[in-house]
């Protein structure tokens, strides 16, 4: 049953016995796995919740504004930089052009332990946090003991550092930061009332000799869940010291976190790069990494010089291993050894060639260790095959619905930890909960449908 008010008094009485849907990007997923299967409860007709709006200096932004909207208003990019520059960096622009900033700052974890349908960790009512003994690369790092799961809200980290507030029907207003403040409960993701609806985000006016950043760090450069962001705000004097800050963090805690120890060290100094570098040690101040997650903690310029020392020696050793085929060559070009002798001891007079010939093939099978060669061959290995038969719903999680059914038959046959989602769950297990794999995908599982796969 899906209910469409048209006024906030209309809605409040039902607020408490359904799922309250804005965009819905995060209410369907939730309702697809399982998670969540109560009437819904759509906002799409309420009047005013969709504008952006001057409010007493400051601007007021209705809890209906898509990301997309926020992000391309003028009134926000020339005031509010941070936020328009993180409201267009999240996800994609299909999901930006749906999802809104009350549903943003409402929205559940993106755990997976938390959306599998099958387990029960503690924010579902369980025992124990599932993440603290299994796969937790992308959770906290400053770990307080309960939920492991970082807040996924990239809009509320944003707001907590303009210091904004929120206005909600059937309860006080309050600010971003204090919206988070649930008392330790684990199973809670905000604190507002059961039965209470955000209708605004107010934003105050910004200070003048303002300067404000976003940053992200993703696995990919889109589409992605940041692994850790942060946006600072800076308020300058005329002589060019700080007289103000404000510093926060997401991705790294199971709340927006600000970094006030950051703040306080920026205040009253020069806005310099040694200035910025001292204050950013104080970054980790604090922190508790799970065993997976020590990663988030290394420095920026900690990461690059990392990073480039392993490019660095991947160079090194490709042009090493390029001269020693290089000399090879040349060895065998000249007659002289083992290429060389083999050919001498045939009397046919023809030891050089057979020493060229000989070092060409070398240099073959040295390319055939290359990813590139074996996925070559491997490409030739399934043309040669007439027919295939696999599961219809196992997919190689980089390739779509639509994708080149070679590239993921290559995929089903390669088995060398290439990740798989099934169609159906659009997860990386089956509708029983058991993991989708070529190993494991069947007939003797229930959720098999065949498919034949032709080649010429």
């Known amino acids: 049953m899906i209910r ?40 799409r007709d309420l009047p005013g919740l969709d504008q952006i709006e001057p409010h007493e200096g400051g601007v007021r932004v209705g809890a209906l504004v898509r990301l997309q909207d926020l992000a391309d208003a003028e009134v926000i990019r020339a005031r509010y930089p941070a936020i328009a520059e ?12 749906v999802a809104t900033i009350g549903g943003n700052l409402l929205q559940a974890p993106r755990c997976w332990y938390y959306r599998h349908p099958h387990q029960r960790c503690l ?8 993440a603290r003994g299994g796969d937790h690369v992308w959770h906290v790092c400053f770990d307080d003991g309960g939920c492991a799961a970082p807040h996924a809200s990239t809009m509320a980290m944003i707001l907590m550092a303009y210091d904004a507030e929120v206005d909600v029907a059937g309860g006080p207003p309050r600010a971003v930061e204090a919206l988070y403040q649930t008392g330790g409960d684990p199973t809670r993701d905000h604190a507002l009332e059961p039965g ?31 692994l850790v962001e942060v946006v600072a ?11 103000d800050a404000r510093v926060a963090a997401g991705a790294v805690a199971n709340a927006p976190l600000r970094l006030r120890a950051v703040e306080a060290q920026l205040v009253g100094k020069p806005a310099l790069e040694a200035t910025f570098e001292q204050a950013a040690r104080l970054a980790s101040e604090g922190a508790r990494p799970l065993p ?35 000399a090879a060559r040349a060895r065998a070009a000249q007659g002289i050894g083992e290429e060389g002798r083999q050919g001498r001891e045939q009397g046919c007079g ?42 219809r719903n196992l997919r190689w999680k980089s390739a779509s619905r639509d994708s080149d059914e070679a590239a993921v038959i290559m995929a089903v046959f390669a088995r060398n930890q290439v990740p798989y989602s099934c169609l159906r769950t659009c997860q990386a297990w089956g509708p029983d909960g058991d993991a989708a794999t070529p190993e494991l995908c069947d007939r003797d599982r229930d959720c098999y449908a065949p498919r034949r796969v032709g080649h010429e």
């Open 350 to 391: 023809q030891g050089r060639e057979q020493g060229r010939e000989q070092a060409r093939w070398a240099s073959v099978r040295e390319d055939a260790q290359h990813p590139v060669e074996r996925a070559r061959r491997e490409g030739a290995r399934r043309k040669s095959m007439k027919s295939l038969e696999i599961c």
């Open 4 to 43: 469409f008010p048209t006024s906030l008094e209309q809605a409040l009485p039902h607020a408490s016995t359904h799922d309250v849907r804005a965009g819905g990007t995060d209410l369907q997923d939730r309702r697809h796995l399982g998670i969540t299967r109560r009437p819904i409860l759509d906002l």
């Open 292 to 326: 997976g997650t020590g990663y988030k903690l290394e420095s920026p310029a900690r990461e690059r010089r990392r990073r480039a020392h392993a490019r660095g020696r991947a160079l090194a050793d490709r042009r090493r291993a390029a001269a020693r085929a290089h």
């Open 123 to 130: 924010k579902r009512g369980g025992e124990a946090c599932l």
């Open 233 to 243: 705000r800076l308020r300058l004097d005329s002589s060019g010291v700080i007289a």
């Open 86 to 97: 993180g409201a267009g960096n999240l996800a994609n622009p299909q999901i930006r052009a």
């Open 196 to 226: 209470a609806l955000l209708t605004h985000a107010r934003l105050p006016a910004p200070w003048s000799s303002e300067r404000a950043a976003y940053l992200r760090a993703t696995g990919r450069a889109r589409a992605e869940w940041p």
